[in-house]
């Protein structure tokens, strides 16, 4: 089986994922977008209080598997195990990219 290739913001993140919230915040743009459980997220700021919220709540793995690429949208299918109630599950990973930077991300079922 080959390795998945992921576009350089989006592995960006990935990897950032399990370095912490900053490291999360830095690979968007100044008005990055998270859009995730219903609610939103607006500037890098933002982000990082999100990101941070969730390492206190929950430790998980993340196993990205497939992504498609349709109208400017990075759709990845990542598999996701942790210590929270509906693990293991699988969740799409939306991205919108801007200038090398993740501008948009929506995290769902």
């Not at 900053?22 to 890098?44: P, Y």
């Not at 990205?64 to 799409?92: C, M, Q, R, W, Y």
């Amino acid at each position: 089986m080959s390795a998945l290739t992921l576009p350089g913001p989006v592995a960006a993140y990935f990897a950032a994922d399990m370095q912490g919230p900053e490291a999360v915040a830095r690979c968007f743009t100044a008005q990055g977008v998270v859009k995730d459980k219903g609610q939103t997220h607006i500037g890098r700021e933002a982000i990082k209080a999100w990101k941070a919220e969730a390492v206190t709540l929950y430790t998980c793995t993340n196993e990205p598997f497939l992504i498609e690429h349709e109208h400017g949208v990075h759709t990845v299918h990542s598999h996701v195990a942790g210590n929270f109630a509906s693990s293991p599950i699988d969740l799409k990973f939306v991205f919108r990219l801007e200038r090398g930077l993740v501008a948009n991300l929506e995290i769902t079922l």
